[in-house]
């Protein structure tokens, strides 16, 4: 079985997304940009699965030095893990993902950022205690 992981950056109330990017997309204050950084960082040599569009967000540079996968939702979620059978595979949202995946997560990494402005993608608490 896969290690199944999750990582994450959520507003002060569990915004996670806005018109198709995040919440604070442009925002070049210290915790934004060490957020991203720290997101290559620790997905790098592992799996990331998740929906097209985040999937497609991922910029040119970080392609190379990771497993990316783009899931869809007539996809077995087993059968999706069973391909990475040896791997840390990180399953990366967005929420209909997570709905599906979550109670497959052993790990969650969550960064709070100081952001409370808008979303139309949200965190749900629900998804850390989900079980199978
Ligand atoms: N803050 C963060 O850490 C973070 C992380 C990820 C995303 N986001 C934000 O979230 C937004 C993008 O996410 P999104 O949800 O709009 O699109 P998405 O990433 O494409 O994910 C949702 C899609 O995944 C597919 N999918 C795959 N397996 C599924 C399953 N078992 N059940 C249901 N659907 C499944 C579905 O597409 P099909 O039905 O077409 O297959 C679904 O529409 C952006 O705003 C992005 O910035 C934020």
Redesign the pocket.
Same mark, same amino acid.
């Given at each position: 079985m896969a290690d199944v992981r999750s990582?994450? &950056?959520?507003g002060a109330r569990g915004q996670?997304?806005?018109? *198709? +990017?995040?919440?604070w997309?442009g925002n070049t204050g210290r915790e934004f940009v060490a957020d991203v950084e720290r997101f290559f960082d620790i997905t790098r040599g592992h799996v990331l699965i %998740?929906?097209?569009?985040?999937?497609? &967000?991922i910029p040119d540079f970080a392609r190379g030095d990771r497993t990316l996968f783009v899931?869809?939702?007539?996809?077995d979620?087993e059968w999706v893990l069973s391909q990475f059978a040896d791997r840390v595979v990180y399953v990366?949202? *967005?929420? %209909? +993902?997570w #709905? +599906?995946?979550a109670r497959f997560i052993r790990h969650w990494d969550i960064n709070r950022l100081p952001y409370d402005g808008d979303a #139309?993608?949200w965190f749900n608490p629900q998804w850390l205690v989900a079980g199978r």
């Open positions: 990582i994450c &950056a959520i996670l997304g806005l018109h *198709g +990017v995040l919440p997309e %998740a929906g097209p569009k985040t999937i497609g &967000a899931i869809r939702s007539h996809m979620p990366g949202g *967005g929420p %209909a +993902v #709905d +599906v995946y #139309d993608r």
